[in-house]
């Protein structure tokens, strides 16, 4: 059996590697730190194969793709993805736009080229990780958050599609709370909630995708945030999220 991840440089998606690499997985990793990607092909052995990429690049998902032609793939992991702090009006529109190239037009381009695949096979799992914030309004992070409900929306849809059809083939949506890993140095941000381990995180995103979990949230007290979030009305729920963003950056404003 052999995986795809994509972002699996760091963070969640390195950790998943390591574990599906532990469970017996091959595995094609992708990335643009390419000395990182090296390292670990050379830990996991020959069978690993890898392609430094940036997603951001229009041409990046089918190179990916095309890299694959050959390999049979049967896990898909949507992991790449980063994001920018700051008022929508203040904010960086080129960095906005590379960011909906890596969390959005990559996620959707990889997940229709794989599936189309599957589904001729009747088999393979997708696990396309979003958020919390893919449940949400985000004030202050207005763009990642938006791209992540796109992603669990997308998946959600494409879910159902193939329940209906009967389909062998499991598409997945990771939403995590805070996790300890760049992706805050990235955002300029720190966290304003207690972060989960990435190891936790990967392992039991990885288990609850094999089980056929549609909505995967690690940890009892993001569960019960989420609950608590979908039970309030929309303003009052961006008017929490914006205090919580606040104090990552520790504004006051
Ligand atoms: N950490 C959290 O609190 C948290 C919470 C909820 C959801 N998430 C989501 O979890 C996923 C993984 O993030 P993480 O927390 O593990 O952060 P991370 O440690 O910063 O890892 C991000 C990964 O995405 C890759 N990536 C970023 N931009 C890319 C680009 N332009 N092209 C190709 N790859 C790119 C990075 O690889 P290179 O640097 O090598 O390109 C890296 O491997 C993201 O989708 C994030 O939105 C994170």
């Known amino acids: 059996m052999r995986a795809l991840i994509t972002g699996a440089t760091s963070g969640i998606g390195k950790e998943m590697a390591f574990y599906l690499h532990r469970m017996g997985w091959q595995l094609v990793l992708t990335g643009r730190n390419e000395e990182m990607l090296k390292c670990m092909a050379q830990k996991f052995g020959s069978s690993t194969k890898y392609i430094a990429l940036d997603l951001a ?42 960011m909906i190239d890596v969390n959005v037009r990559s996620v959707h381009i990889l997940t229709k080229l794989f599936l189309r ?25 207005s763009t990642y958050y938006a791209s992540k409900n796109y992603v669990v929306r997308l998946t959600l849809a494409i879910r159902e599609e193939l329940r209906r059809k009967r389909s062998g083939v499991n598409v997945s949506v990771l939403c995590p709370g805070p996790v300890n890993t760049d992706f805050n140095n990235r955002a300029g941000v720190s966290f304003s909630l207690k972060a989960a ?50 104090k990552k950056k520790g504004s006051g404003r």
Do not use: W
């Open 117 to 141: 695949d599957f589904e001729k096979r009747g088999s393979g799992y997708i696990l396309n990780v979003a958020s919390v914030a893919g449940f949400m309004t985000g004030p202050l992070m």
């Open 197 to 246: 381990d990435p190891k936790f995180v990967a392992r039991y995103a990885i288990e609850q995708t094999l089980k056929g979990r549609a909505v995967i949230v690690p940890g009892l007290m993001i569960q019960l945030g989420l609950i608590g979030a979908s039970l309030c009305p929309p303003q009052l729920q961006a008017a929490v999220v914006c205090e919580l963003q606040k």
């Open 57 to 98: 690049n229009p041409d990046a998902p089918q190179k990916l793709y095309d890299f694959c032609r050959g390999m049979r793939i049967d896990f898909l992991i949507n992991n790449a993805g980063f994001g920018i702090f700051g008022e929508f009006s203040e904010t960086s529109l080129a960095g906005e736009l590379e």
